[in-house]
């Protein structure tokens, strides 16, 4: 029975789910996740954003 929590990071411009992690990254708020993160959507740097289920 597996419970491991996979976060999902959407990109806040165009909503693609571009990275999974289980890992929590030290130093963010773990409340409101948010990472820069490159978008292979919009082919930039977007603002990654955790989702929930
Ligand atoms: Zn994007």
Do not use: P, W
């Not at 130093?27 to 082919?43: A, M, P, T, Y």
């Amino acid at each position: 029975m597996s419970q491991d929590k996979v976060k999902k990071m959407q990109c806040a411009k165009c909503k693609e789910i571009n990275y999974r992690t289980t890992r929590r990254i030290k130093g963010e708020n773990l409340e409101k996740l948010s990472l820069s993160k490159f978008c292979s959507r919009c082919k930039v740097k977007t603002e990654h954003k955790e989702m929930k289920k």
